[in-house]
């Protein structure tokens, strides 16, 4: 079943900072507060992810903050960090094709998404991603 999906602009809201933070777990290499100023800044854009129902009514499902970088002769859409507002593998599945979209319409040619989770990793693998290196990472 095919879902309608929008990405409109978001503002920061104790919604988000909320959603965000549950979905990034613990990271002290980066909080959801370094996000947040990445957003304020303007390097990394904040979209809410809206499903419209039949009716037109809309839904939403998350959130989803990017950018764009060079990549080889293209552009790569960088999903910097995502939350859903409920069951995350089924919501990442009904946006995933529609994230494909965004990256073409922002000049993207590839998407790229980091992950510290086998569970995130198994979610974008069953949704047509590829993993292409590891990242290993030592503080000195």
């Known amino acids: 079943m095919q879902h309608d999906i ?25 909080t959801v507060e370094d996000l947040r100023r990445e957003v304020s800044r303007g390097a990394s854009k904040l979209l809410a992810a809206v499903e419209i129902m039949p009716d037109g009514s809309a839904m939403l499902l998350g959130y989803l903050c990017f950018w764009t970088e060079p990549q080889g002769q293209g552009r790569e859409l960088v999903i910097h960090a995502g ?9 990442f599945a009904k946006v ?27 979610m974008f693998k069953a949704n047509g991603y590829q993993m292409v290196e590891f990242v290993v990472r030592q503080w000195v």
């Open 83 to 91: 939350a859903a507002l409920t069951d995350e593998r089924k919501t």
């Open 6 to 30: 929008r990405f409109p602009p978001a503002e920061w809201t104790p919604q988000v900072q909320a959603v965000m933070n549950a979905a990034s777990g613990l990271n002290a290499a980066y």
């Open 96 to 122: 995933a094709p529609h994230i494909k979209r965004l990256a073409l319409e922002n000049g993207c040619q590839s998407i790229r998404a980091h992950t510290a989770s086998s569970k995130r990793l198994a």
